[in-house]
DNA sequence: GCTGTCAATTAACAATTGTAAAGAAATGTA
DNA sequence: TACATTTCTTTACAATTGTTAATTGACAGC
């Protein structure tokens, strides 16, 4: 939740999830998770600070989690798992710096067309006011690109 | 160098550099450092993939440098370094996430406002050119943003 | 079936941004 | 200084996006 530190991390098994922003009382969609992925509130998480984030479950969810304590605890004992951990972070910066590549090279149209191209169970199972503020443009306007897509 | 495997960690002593991205002959400036920062294409160099950026100086600067095979030796033998390292790295990480999430609930107007504000160093020592593609806009739509601030 | 609610689309208009071209300002070089 | 080159700004117009409000569609509960 938004000004808490987020203290676990989940691992979806079955389920949508987005992390949303509190934008002056305005969501905005920051990322979505899906099945075989773990999720946190991941800079607080990491850091301890109070999240800028939201989790909330957009379809019914199965999810295994794990307690910041426990999670450090193994990290501290099982080098090769944090070896694994940091290698994941590291592909998910990867992903990030992609996604935000795309927002100053591509217009909204080209985002969506991507979208569409890269990731279509994200337009299949997200409601579509979602997917408008993770592409950066209104519901309106995706209306529109959707229109001639 | 864009396409090429980064094998180079920097450290700029004195100068500025950019980081851009080759969008079809077009460049897009991704990231500016400064003195006291790391440098690397770092997806390239931690992934060892082609990079899709390139480095360029713009200023006269001073670098040191080190190379991968020897960083990775360090890395290997001097594990708080390695703690340092990923540290450093989660807070890139954070930076990226708040830099990106301007685009996400900003208009150019309100990024630019921002980077005055948060980092004037940037915009007195950067042509402007690079600074509109950093911002995700044109040229032309910089200086009409600078006209009215 | 009917109704209420929320999501998505459509329409009309305002505001912003992009594009192309011309002009002004700054910088570098002989 | 004079000239060439590059950067930045300005202008005019086209295209896109935002805003507000109305309409349509989907779905749950009665």
């Known amino acids: 939740m938004e000004g808490d530190v987020s203290k676990k991390a989940y ?4 389920g949508c999830i987005r992390l949303w922003y509190n934008n002056n009382g305005k969501d905005i969609t920051f990322q979505f998770f899906f099945e075989n992925e773990g999720v946190s509130s991941f800079e607080s998480f990491n850091t301890g600070q109070p999240s800028l984030f939201t989790m909330e479950a957009i379809e019914p969810c199965v ?7 426990d999670f450090d605890a193994v990290l501290r ?5 944090k070896e694994d951990f940091y290698k994941v972070i590291a592909e998910r910066q990867m992903k990030y710096m992609h996604h935000f590549l795309s927002f100053l090279k591509d217009t909204p149209k080209q985002r969506y067309a991507n979208l569409l191209k ?3 169970h994200i337009i299949k199972r997200v409601p579509l ?21």
């Not at 999810?63 to 304590?69: C, R, Y």
């Not at 004992?77 to 798992?81: A, F, K, Q």
């Not at 519901?139 to 229109?147: A, E, G, H, N, T």
């Open 11 to 14: 691992f979806i098994e079955k």
């Open 77 to 81: 004992e099982e080098p090769l798992i």
């Open 118 to 120: 890269e990731k279509p």
């Open 63 to 69: 999810l295994q989690w794990i307690h910041k304590d």
């Open 129 to 149: 006011q979602y997917i408008a503020s993770y592409l950066g443009i209104t519901p309106v306007s995706l209306s529109r690109i959707r229109k001639i897509i």
